[in-house]
């Protein structure tokens, strides 16, 4: 019976290459979901405050919908890059522990 190695493959250049794509795509994620949050605060809770309490003119609330579209494509970019992440994981993992379940 051979005893199941846990040991790593040495980690190359195109893994670390993977890994820098890997955190690159992290990063922009977590950017697009602070820039989906910051626009749906803007448009969805901010502008209709201050129009009501009378700090901003009614025309603002023409602002709204622009905001909910860039909230949007904002929130599907950030999805794009969690899912574009989780490929570069799954790969830079595959070629570290090629015998992924143990």
Known sequence: MD???LDPAVTGPASWSELGSL???LWLAVLFVVLF???MILGHIMIPSFVMSGHIPDSFRKARPVL???AIICFALAAFFIFRASGFAMSVLDSIWPD???
């Open 3 to 5: 005893p199941i190695t």
């Open 100 to 102: 992924y379940w143990i």
């Open 37 to 39: 949050a910051s626009n």
């Open 68 to 70: 909910y579209v860039l």
């Open 23 to 25: 955190l690159r795509s």
